[in-house]
């Protein structure tokens, strides 16, 4: 097996999705996929977009030029994101910051997840919204997860391994439903969410979010999200910094910025 194949394998399997599967978001046979994975045939260039798009990676993490970040969930707090070294990325989350992740996220699919536009593409702008909302309007973090930028948008690179062991511990479940063309991935929650971990501030600015884009297709929000200035000012691949929101323009600001607030006290 080619390290390509053996790529594909390890991001197929870690998505959940069998040869099965795959085949059919590729648009080809089981067998095919079963040769492409053992190295014995070659994925074509349109091939290798379409299995970046489908195993939320880049091109390159697929053919071993880059490696994908490696989440780990901590015990206790503790620091955010570390980089160890490029392309390497190692995500090392706090233990409430899962906590409030997972709250969140129940919350949304309580409030939203039903709605027949609610797949993975629009489900990651709700967060990065309400994360980026959040830290401008108030300087604090609400999540706090760790945004990447890539040609779809804003991604949040915890939310794969969150979700795994959400569904390992019969929080959620994770199922693919036609949509229109496409194969939509939906996340159907399993319990209702802890309210007492997020406060009214933090409720009533998710709330927000929610009426203001979840009615939004995954291609409205997504090209909503690439005209916001932290997406603009990070390059293909790199972290979004959370301090670019206080750049942001008119349309997109969700803070009342004062003449008080550039006086010298």
Not at 54 to 79: M, W
Request: aromatic share 8%; charged share 30%; glycine share 6%.
């Amino acid at each position: 097996m080619t390290n390509i194949g053996r790529n594909i394998k390890k991001l197929r399997e870690k998505e959940g999705l069998t040869q099965e599967d795959l085949a059919r978001i590729l648009g080809i046979s089981r067998p095919a996929v079963t040769s492409i994975e053992s190295g014995r045939r070659r994925v074509a260039a349109d091939e290798l977009v379409r299995l970046a798009k489908a195993l939320r990676v880049t091109t390159d993490q697929i053919l071993g030029l880059a490696s994908a970040p490696e989440v780990v969930f901590q015990a206790k707090t503790g620091v955010g994101v570390v980089r160890e070294s490029k392309p390497a990325m190692r995500i090392s989350v706090p233990q409430k910051n899962v906590g409030k992740f997972k709250e969140v996220l129940l919350y949304i699919l309580a409030r939203v997840g039903a709605k027949p536009n609610m797949g993975e593409t629009v489900l990651y702008k709700l967060l990065y919204f309400i994360d980026f909302d959040y830290y401008e309007k108030y300087e604090e973090q609400l999540i706090g997860a760790t945004y990447q930028r890539n040609r779809f948008g804003p991604t949040p690179m915890e939310f794969g391994a969150l979700v795994e062991a959400m569904e390992k511990g019969g929080e959620l479940v994770r199922v693919a439903r036609p949509y229109f063309d496409f194969e939509q991935k939906k996340y159907l929650p399993l319990r209702d969410p802890d309210l007492s971990k997020l406060n009214a501030r933090e409720l009533d600015l998710i709330n927000e979010v929610l009426h203001r884009l979840s009615d939004m297709s995954a291609r409205q929000i997504s090209e909503h999200s690439h005209k916001d200035v932290p997406w603009l000012t990070t390059s293909d691949g790199e972290v979004i910094p959370y301090e670019a929101v206080f750049y942001r323009t008119p349309e997109y600001s969700v803070r009342a910025y004062g003449d008080d607030e550039d006086e010298v006290s």
